[in-house]
């Protein structure tokens, strides 16, 4: 028995994952369900297209937009919806509305063969589970930042509270022939709770962040519960082999597993499969929008601004896993060792806020803010500004065109799942003069764009010096990295993303 068990006990004052009333409760919440159908003639349980062997239903923290007027147009939005169209299906999870007594008979809209199913939250439980034990606790553990971690039962006992509570109001949903596909941190224990509610399909779940080494994980007080909760699926997805390696090692050395070949392991008495698939963007489409932006009015905007000088380019949300700080150090350095970079590059930086309501996400605002004024203040000329600092984010088709008005994409992750900014970026290039990619050794596209100029976030110099011989590389070497990424970047696209797992999660859930 691993020696956890010990650390599990002390937490008993945390609620077990499910009550007994789990079964009574799913059958009120489908007697509220088949009501609200009869109101309404959305046919939830219609949605499966013909043709499709299996209805799909995605559940994450965020769902939408589901209409094909106000989807997303880039990132994993898109690829869920495209998953989603394709099978026909139900999308579900939080509404992204706090409110006072919220129903647990989830909101529905229809939009073609696509239902997105929602539900409030209240404000504890957004607090508790969402900024508390998602994203003070999950995310800085996940992302190898444990001094940032605010551990708390109240959060941890609000985490399970909510997943519960949404696996009660979708398991009367279900069909016996659905596939579920649960995403990322927020949700982890959600499919136990709907194992324990019977639920008898395939459940998987993909990790849309990095999964830390095993002895990193020993520092959340209740891992062995959250890796006991991840065992219950059929099928757990990472984005790299590292992500993958430190779930391995965790059940090999602390949940008694066993390797059973072909991607399942025999831990906690459960069997679970584990695989990597990397998440891939659509080539194409982004390819088209960069090239479509061209012409457009913001696009000649940056481009007359920037005039005869090098446009470097930074998008990230303001997260303190993305290295702001340490890139705004990186290119002040090379304003400081390379003179020649002094008044013919432009860095610009898209960093739009994010999770205000945690504090350390107000605190590294603040930070990025102070180290902007100060590489302006030290370098900026009467008619030159070396940082543009934006703290706003762009309609993702005129995004596509700054990437490719950028002579270097810069994508330097102290720590990052993927990144998909690092493949739109190279997606929005022109054949006949690439850019080049700098790119974190520990962001998961590392891990595929072998090609990418691949630097150390936590070697200042280091970065700088890349960022030197990347404005001076030829464009014979600038045109054979990128295309070799294109390739890699076709291979692994969006489409093979979602066809890989569901295929995985169809043959690990076969035997139940
Ligand atoms: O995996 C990280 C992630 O959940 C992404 O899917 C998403 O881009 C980002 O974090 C946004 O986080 P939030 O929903 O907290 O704004």
Redesign the pocket.
């Known amino acids: 028995m691993p020696k956890d068990y010990a650390e599990r006990e002390a937490l008993a004052g945390v609620q077990p994952a499910v009550n007994s009333g789990g079964m009574r409760m799913a059958s009120e919440a489908g007697s509220a369900i088949e009501e609200q159908q009869d109101q309404r003639p959305v046919a939830v349980a219609r949605a499966s297209i013909s043709g499709s062997p299996r209805r799909l239903v995605v559940v994450s923290?965020?769902v939408g937009p589901i209409s094909r007027s106000k989807a997303a147009q880039g990132?994993?939005a898109v690829a869920i919806r495209a998953a989603l169209e394709k099978a026909g299906g139900i999308w579900f999870g939080y509404s992204g509305s706090i409110s006072e007594r919220p129903s647990d008979t989830p909101r529905l809209e229809l939009d073609g063969n696509i239902t997105a199913a929602t539900l409030d939250l209240t404000r504890r439980d957004y607090d508790e589970y969402y900024i508390g034990f998602a994203?003070r606790v999950l995310w800085p553990l996940f992302h190898y930042r444990p001094s940032l971690i605010d551990f708390t039962r109240r959060d941890l006992a609000g985490y399970l509270r909510v997943n519960r509570r949404f696996a009660r109001a979708l398991a009367p949903m279900l069909e016996p022939g659905d596939l579920i596909w649960v995403h990322?941190y927020h949700l982890i224990p959600f499919g136990e709770c709907l194992r324990e509610l019977g639920c008898r399909q395939p459940i998987g779940f993909f990790l849309?962040?990095p999964f830390p080494a095993a002895e990193l994980m020993r520092l959340l007080p209740n891992h062995h519960e959250l890796v006991t909760a991840l065992c219950a699926y059929d099928l757990v997805g990472f984005q790299t082999a590292s992500d993958l390696a430190g779930f391995r090692d965790y059940l090999m050395r602390w949940g008694g597993g066993e390797d059973l070949g072909g991607g399942a392991i025999r831990a906690f008495s459960r069997i679970v499969h584990a695989g990597v698939f990397p998440v891939g963007i659509d080539v194409d489409t982004i390819a088209a929008q960069a090239e479509a932006a061209e012409t457009s009015r913001q696009m000649r905007r940056l481009t007359d601004s920037i005039r005869d000088r090098v446009l470097l380019i930074g998008v990230d949300?303001i997260d303190y896993s993305k290295g702001l700080p340490a890139r705004f150090a990186a290119y002040s350095h090379l304003l400081e060792q390379y003179p020649q970079a002094r008044g013919r590059t432009v860095l610009m930086q898209i960093a739009p806020p994010?999770?205000s309501d945690v504090p350390e996400y107000r605190e590294i605002r603040r930070t990025l803010e102070a180290a902007a004024g100060s590489i302006n203040g030290r370098y900026a000329e009467f008619d030159w500004t070396p940082l543009r600092y934006l703290n706003k984010s762009f309609n993702h088709r005129i995004l596509m065109g700054f990437y490719r008005a950028a002579r270097i994409g810069l994508v330097t992750p102290y720590r990052d799942?993927m990144n998909l900014v690092a493949k739109e970026y190279l997606a929005s290039q022109r054949s006949e003069d690439p850019g080049i990619l700098v790119l974190s050794c520990f962001a998961g596209a590392a891990h595929e764009l072998t090609e990418a100029v691949l630097v150390n976030p936590f070697d200042r110099e280091g970065m700088a010096e890349a960022i030197w011989n990347g404005l001076e590389m030829p464009l014979e070497e600038r045109k054979e990295r990128w295309a070799a990424m294109m390739g890699t970047l076709r291979r692994n696209d969006t489409t093979a993303w979602r066809e890989r797992y569901l295929e995985a999660l169809a043959a690990a859930g076969a035997g139940r």
């Open positions: 923290n965020r990132g994993l994203n990322d849309h962040t949300r994010s999770r799942g």
